[in-house]
């Protein structure tokens, strides 16, 4: 007899998911693959329930994906972005919550630069909130449309190896993902540059290598970090050419990995740094198939946490 | 026999309505509220209409609290902001009008810095023109709002006393609630700093004080206005910190109001500037009420501009 | 028997379509007309498909035009322009459009600073590419707007005598309405400063003057271009005063011009500079009758590309 619905209101982090939370949201998605490749993409599901996509930091493809996601279900989809927000004339951000949430929303998407933004907000509103990243701390529909991936390509995610490559540090999908690969049972290591790996690591259960060679070695998922190019003044790595002959991903080293093996990537890329071009459209990546799901978590979050199942 | 539809076409400020037209955008609006708390929040009454937010000045309440209005009334809408707008390329607000005119939409709704700008272009264009904030001069879908906010929580308008304290000068917020209130048979009183009072306010009607206290000594209504931080440089007011210790609402004296008064903000508030934030969150607040009622005063205008009655 | 579909899954310029094709969509647009005159101004066409307007360049008509074209046919949405897009992380507009590809829209309007950029995209992704406006190439919704504005006021195209003003070398649209005259037998005859003449504009097969009495003598329509404000800095031409005495449309070079000629411009126009007040606004002027054509032709592209017909 398996879970029917989430026990809470809101998709903050894979930390708060059980597996048979993830394994719902999962089936869930499954099942809406298909609306995405219909003559007439829509269901009727949400209509009437309003979503507000509200980004403090410039997103293309995950608002435009729960935008689409909303859209699709029938839902209203409100967008607001920090540029054009009341945020400029200084309200703060539990203010500009409690007036959408006094505006009767259904659902709040939030991204924010501040760690545990979106929990604060959860505690303070009724209505839903979904966690679109929050700093370096968590990005729960990444990580849940890359388990989706691996689920597909490979059948399963137990037993699985799982390298991810990268800032380890600053990376919300490397924390996300290496929650919730582990809960669903495939063992997690970790590569990048010392002064991108965080200090005790290993506390959450990972085995960590400062070679990619290391870590890739035997995988049967090689996910590629981006390299935020922002970080280059602080200096934490030398250059992008030592970078990308350190650290990304190539032919060469990718040939270390299980032959079958699925390389994924959050996007956007920035091709010939963390990835060569070759690798990031070659046949083992699933990077697009990715986006695809992604499109099909939302709409099985949205569809969760409005009650869907009741 | 009550008014059944408005008089004119748009809806530029309180000054041009009667007390028969505010009569019925709140009637009408009161039976909207409704709307916004059922299971599917939305009513097909808009359907193939189109709503145009035409925004010339950042806003996250009034342009989210106008798109919610007309998703939930089932219209098309469409935002225009003017950070992507053509105005970048030159070209005048009146052209930019008549093309949107020529894209047959139904409702304009346009905020703007200028003054009287929504009556130029109610002049000039077939389709109804909802003003939402014009300058200095008047906002009055905020105006309908407050008034629909002290006429459920206190059961009248008529024979209280509103206190409006802060920037009288600058704020359209001020002004168009003068206007309404009085229409509807309330006492309006307003105080602020000297550099902030318009000479011949006592020319609307209203009273007016340099001391907050001797506004508030028994209001019913206290309604505090935004202080507008980009306005500091100009030297009309010392501190912000002064101003809090002089104009700042808090517990003190709000004692000097009526035990049940009602306490207002039109957001976005600057906490422990114009209101001290347990008085924002206390018992007399009704400052999320207000944004609530914000979206069924909005629905009610798209619906009766409309021809909703017809 | 008329031509029922388009050869092509895009829209990417008028030099690629057949008389045929343009004649289909001049038809189907006068038949979408009638829609956004209905007291409920929308049909079910389109529902369930998605439409996104990726515009790497600010416009207020043109994307409010495909979006208002969109929405009128029932059609799903989605606004990404470049100010809030992953285009500042860097990504290049290929992965842009591949993820976008990925999540499943039905069509994808593009405008963009580059010159062949629709034309690229529309051989990497599946989903049909409208061209909104490619650099200095090519903007071929606003020639069928133009052309189907002409059809209607004039009754037919074929022998009438074009005369396009002002920068030519710089202007998708004398380049697309060039293109699209001739196709449908008109004489196209371009007047513009030395400095704004391409060379051996001729091969294209229209006449070129420096005077713009010569262009306009005897002229059925004449077509003004706007000036573009922010090349004056690379000094291509003097003054706007000596713009606006020699190559600026007025009541005296338009008697030049066939009694009943008519005055048109893309918009936004820069009143006073390349077309006088009275002119813009005079009897001659179909300047908003292409703007009202235009959501027309774009409901009928939309149409047409997705399948429509079928």
Known sequence: MSLMKL???DLLGIKELTVDEIQLILDTAESFIEVSTREIKKVPTLRGKTVINLFFEASTRT???????????SADTINI??????????ETLIDTARNLEAMNPDVIVLRHSTPGAPHMLARLVQQSIINAGDGAH???????LDMMTVRIKKGRIAGLKV???GDITH???????????????????????????PRGIEQMGVEAFLHVEDAIKDADVVMMLRVQMERQQQNIFPSLREYSAY???????LALANKDALVMHPGPMNRGVEISPDIADGTNSVILAQVTYGVAVRM??????????S
Do not use: C, D, W
């Open 7 to 9: 026990t809470q209101k």
């Open 63 to 73: 608002r435009t994906s729960f935008e689409i996601a909303g859209k699709r279900l």
């Open 81 to 90: 972005s920090s540029s054009t927000s009341s945020v400029v004339k200084g």
């Open 138 to 144: 968590e990005h729960p529909t990444q990580a849940l």
């Open 163 to 165: 390298a991810i490559i």
């Open 171 to 197: 990376s919300r999908v490397a924390r996300s993902n290496i929650y919730g690969f582990q809960k669903m049972g495939a063992k997690v290591v970790v590569a990048g540059p010392a002064t991108m790996m």
């Open 247 to 253: 650290f990304g991903l190539n032919r060469k080293n």
């Open 300 to 309: 099985a979050i949205l569809y969760l946490l409005t009650g869907g199942q």
